[in-house]
T-cell receptor, first 113, second 113 residues
Framework: GAGVSQSPRYKVAKRGQDVALRCDPISGHVSLFWYQQALGQGPEFLTYFQNEAQLDKSGLPSDRFFAERPEGSVSTLKIQRTQQEDSAVYLC???????????FGQGTRLTVV | AQSVTQLDSQVPVFEEAPVELRCNYSSSVSVYLFWYVQYPNQGLQLLLKYLSGSTLVESINGFEAEFNKSQTSFHLRKPSVHISDTAEYFCAVSPNAGNMLTFGGGTRLMVKP
């Protein structure tokens, strides 16, 4: 596609619900990144894929967070048993390789009530 | 590990006035430096970057930033701002050329008529 696409754009979840956030990277991009941006703060790194391999998940805040990219293209970030502190914008970015410019999607705004 | 500090959370300025958005960083390794812009309801867009060579880098819309290694700074400047420059600006560093980014907290530039 023309750019990184994320869905849904907005998600409201009740505390305790599970959510799944989708990222469609730019076609052909092998590297994919997830960031979390809390209100009024800069994005913070969550996890990184090279093709289908998750090479770094050091930024995932708890074991409730899980990301996958089974075919090396679309990625899903799953949050189990959501908590209020999970409320944030989740940004996805892709790049053609590990050391090239990353292009960001518009993000998914998650609100946990 | 790296960290980025943006000292000003908000910068109000009148149209056609000059502006400087400050960014300082710390890192135990050599890093590349970036400025991203986020317009309302849009994703992050790369504004400019310093990878090597001349320490003064420019964007296509009149912004410039200067890498100062001794002061570990990468301040963003524009000699005359427009209403359309109103946005959130993020400074970021990376150990490679474009991703695995560490962001600052952001500076909201508010241009007033």
């Amino acid at each position: 596609g023309a750019g990184v696409s994320q869905s849904p754009r907005y998600k409201v979840a009740k505390r305790g619900q599970d959510v799944a956030l989708r990222c469609d990277p730019i076609s052909g991009h092998v590297s994919l990144f997830w960031y979390q941006q809390a209100l009024g703060q800069g994005p913070e790194f969550l996890t990184y894929f090279q093709n289908e391999a998750q090479l770094d998940k050091s930024g995932l805040p708890s074991d409730r967070f899980f990301a996958e990219r089974p075919e090396g293209s679309v990625s899903t970030l799953k949050i189990q048993r959501t908590q209020q502190e999970d409320s944030a914008v989740y940004l996805c970015a892709s790049s053609s390789d590990w050391n090239t410019e990353a292009f960001f999607g518009q993000g998914t705004r998650l609100t946990v009530v | 590990a790296q960290s980025v500090t943006q000292l000003d959370s908000q910068v109000p300025v009148f149209e056609e006035a000059p502006v400087e958005l400050r960014c300082n960083y710390s890192s135990s390794v050599s890093v590349y430096l970036f400025w991203y812009v986020q317009y309302p309801n849009q994703g992050l867009q790369l504004l400019l970057k310093y990878l090597s060579g001349s320490t003064l880098v420019e964007s296509i819309n009149g912004f410039e930033a200067e890498f100062n290694k001794s002061q570990t700074s990468f301040h963003l400047r524009k000699p005359s701002v427009h209403i359309s420059d109103t946005a959130e600006y993020f400074c970021a560093v990376s150990p490679n050329a474009g991703n695995m980014l560490t962001f600052g907290g952001g500076t909201r530039l508010m241009v007033k008529p």
